[in-house]
């Protein structure tokens, strides 16, 4: 990965989140503080935090404000598994999720991190090169959308339904390979209609 990070893996310095100096009432533009939906907020001192709007779930503001939303990534060479790589030296990542149209030029991606120190560290690398394109690197405005977590008994019977199809293809594996295959009625009725 050093080949796509200037000077051989130094973080550069967070530069100041522009929104502090911008002296416009944010209630106006109808977002809500986020420390008025989640008190912890307001504890994590010096990590600038934009505002959210009115409309987010509040069990999901922690994992918001330990997302980050990456874009400008190449479809045809970006990979979750690359990206998991370059922000594993920002901070521990919890799940990332590539979004957008594979056809087109470029994609995005959400990496979500185990704690929220890790994303000023992430949006220090807006406009660093990965690959062939600078990235693009804000704070996320949602969570990232999960596969459901399975209850060991789903699990169960799921893996007994795969292992039930894995025994039915070696049973018609071992059949095919056995000489006279070919006349035993039931392959015949089952694959080849029976000439």
Same mark, same amino acid.
């Given at each position: 990965m050093t080949s796509l990070m200037p000077g051989a893996g130094l973080l550069p310095i967070p530069t100041p989140n522009p929104l502090t100096t911008l002296g416009v009432s944010l209630s106006s533009l109808g977002a809500i503080p986020a420390a008025a939906l989640d008190p912890s907020i307001a504890t994590?001192?010096?990590i600038p935090q934009p505002p959210l709007m009115g409309n987010v779930d509040p069990s999901k503001i922690d994992e918001i *404000? *330990? /997302?980050v939303y990456v874009g400008n990534l190449?479809?045809?060479t970006t /990979?979750?598994?690359q990206l998991l790589e370059f922000f594993k030296q920002v901070g521990e990542v919890k799940f990332v999720r590539m979004a957008g149209d594979e056809t087109q030029p /470029?994609?995005?991606?959400f990496v979500e991190f185990a704690d929220q120190n890790s994303v000023p560290r992430a949006l220090a690398f807006n406009g660093v090169m990965f690959?062939?394109?600078p990235l693009k690197i804000n704070h996320s405005n949602n969570a990232?959308?999960?596969p459901p977590e399975m209850t060991p008994q789903a699990a169960a019977k799921e893996l007994e339904e795969v292992m039930?199809?894995?025994r039915e293809a070696q049973s018609f594996i071992s059949a095919a390979i056995e000489p006279g295959w070919l006349h035993s009625t039931s392959l015949c009725n089952d694959f080849l209609g029976c000439f």
């Open positions: 994590l001192g010096e *404000r *330990r /997302t190449n479809s045809q /990979t979750a598994d /470029t994609r995005f991606a690959g062939d394109r990232i959308v999960k039930k199809r894995v």
